[in-house]
């Protein structure tokens, strides 16, 4: 065993750095799930910055040092509060907002969500077969981003007003009516949040033909 690990220290050693760097510092998170249609499709791989938000010990979730703030409309992989899976959302809500959605439409502090209709894209629902989702630009609280819908559903359009406490956030996926949320899995606290998500590295098209997505690498988010 000795002479095993001497024989192989520089690899060791390369191993330990990398998980390090890995986690405490940046990391990359395949997209497995539609939940974030249309901003991010199966099969890109984005970059995640570890410290965005929170400085933390090297494979734990203990903060050390705060860093910055999360801002409304930052996309942020987090765990999730109900079983610790690892998840990539939107926040929309900060602390002290008080957060509302009727019929789909949000309302943040008293300010109803403006939707500006963009177009109309084939949304896969499994067994090959696919609906046409309502894309709008959703603009409220001086931010903007690009949402999506689906025709005839209705679970998860409505929600009454929450007050969002101290250190906690309100993620939203931008497939609204396909997400496990903030809906379902409740608020999440700060330090449940590993990073924010800023760059799409690479992507493939894993639900086609695999072939590369050139026009996504690198794209900003």
Request: proline share 6%; net charge neutral; hydrophobic share 45%.
């Amino acid at each position: 065993m000795k002479d095993l690990l001497k024989n192989n220290r520089g690899f060791l050693l390369f191993l330990i750095c990398f998980g390090v760097f890995r986690s405490a510092i940046a990391d990359w998170n395949p997209i497995p799930s539609g939940s974030m249609h249309p901003t991010l499709l199966e099969g890109d791989v984005v970059l995640v910055n570890r410290l965005a938000y929170d400085a933390k010990l090297p494979l734990t979730d203990i903060t050390v040092a705060h860093l910055g703030d999360p801002a409304r409309g930052d996309v942020v992989t987090f765990k999730s509060p109900r079983d610790g899976t690892l998840l990539i959302k939107r926040i929309v809500g900060l602390p002290g907002d008080t957060v509302a959605m009727r019929d789909g439409a949000l309302t943040i502090n008293g300010e109803a969500a403006r939707y500006d209709v963009v177009g109309v894209a084939a949304e896969p629902i499994g067994q090959g077969n696919e609906i046409d989702a309502i894309r709008a630009t959703e603009t409220v609280a001086s931010a903007r981003r690009t949402v999506q819908y689906l025709p005839n559903a209705q679970m998860l359009r409505n929600f009454n007003p929450v007050t969002i406490p101290p250190g906690q956030y309100l993620m939203l996926g931008d497939n609204r009516d396909n997400s496990a949320d903030s809906r379902v899995i409740g608020l999440v606290p700060r330090q449940l949040l590993v990073g924010k998500a800023h760059h799409i590295l690479v992507s493939a098209d894993i639900l086609g033909n695999w072939l590369p997505r050139l026009e996504r690498i690198a794209q900003a988010l």
